[in-house]
């Protein structure tokens, strides 16, 4: 997670939109990923976007990329407080080329609402 | 739907000991992954195996070991435990598809292991 970077905590109001941010390393990486993760659940993929995109819309979620300076941003719009969690971004490191490829994440922005 | 089962979801350990955590991934996926999430850490990639065999390797100490059986299923053996090893351990799986496709790993619960 050295290598990804985000800001660790976010804390907006019910229904205001949350913008998490996220600096990644490889400029090849093909793959780029939201999790999201509650308190002491597992990992679940929120979104991820294709690097020949520079945004995706899923419903409340936008994600937006801007190759050039290996951001990736994720917005949640009208948040509410089941978005409380922590959010990972992730990248593709290392494919081997053997059939699986491993996830670098980042740090994780928890994002808390207030209602 | 069928998600990710791992086993145990927690386990309690004293230092020098053994564990072993098992992994059951989705039906048909043939690509494992395990990581390792140390308290308010990011989960980092230990290893993974892509039928059967060992596909890549990330930080994953010498005392650990891992395999994959021929039903897919995979074992984590943690050997000689030390405290640093108390961490939530997730097993993800895959259907492999190389980087032109989107092959998205579905992330088990995970395992919480404690060292005492």
């Known amino acids: 997670g050295e290598d990804v970077e985000q800001s660790l905590f976010l804390s907006v109001r019910e229904g205001d939109s949350s913008v998490i941010n996220c600096t990644y390393t490889d400029s090849s990486s093909t793959y780029l990923y939201w999790y999201k993760q509650e308190p002491g659940a597992g990992l679940q993929l929120l979104t991820y976007?294709?690097?020949?995109?520079d945004m995706k819309q899923d419903q409340r979620l936008t994600v937006l990329l801007n190759k050039k300076d290996k951001h990736l941003s994720l917005r949640i719009a009208d948040t509410q407080t089941g978005d409380s969690a922590i959010y990972f971004c992730a990248e593709i490191l290392l494919y081997s080329g053997a059939g699986s490829y491993q996830l670098t994440f980042g740090k994780g922005t928890k994002l808390s609402v207030i209602p | 739907a069928a998600g990710v089962i791992q086993s145990p979801r927690h386990l309690i350990k004293e230092k020098r000991e053994t564990a072993t955590l098992k992994c059951y991934p989705i039906?048909?996926?043939?690509?494992v992954y395990w990581y390792q999430q140390g308290p308010g850490q990011d989960p980092q990639f230990l290893i993974s195996f892509y039928e059967k065999m060992q596909s890549d390797k990330g930080s994953i100490p010498d005392r650990f070991s891992a395999q994959q059986f021929s039903d897919y299923h995979s074992e984590l053996n943690m050997s000689s435990l030390e405290l640093g090893d108390s961490a939530l351990y997730f097993c993800a799986s895959s259907l492999a598809g190389g980087l032109s496709s989107y092959n998205e790993q579905f992330f088990g619960p995970g395992t919480r292991l404690t060292v005492l």
């Open positions: 976007i294709f690097s020949n995109m």
């Open positions: 039906p048909r996926h043939d690509t």
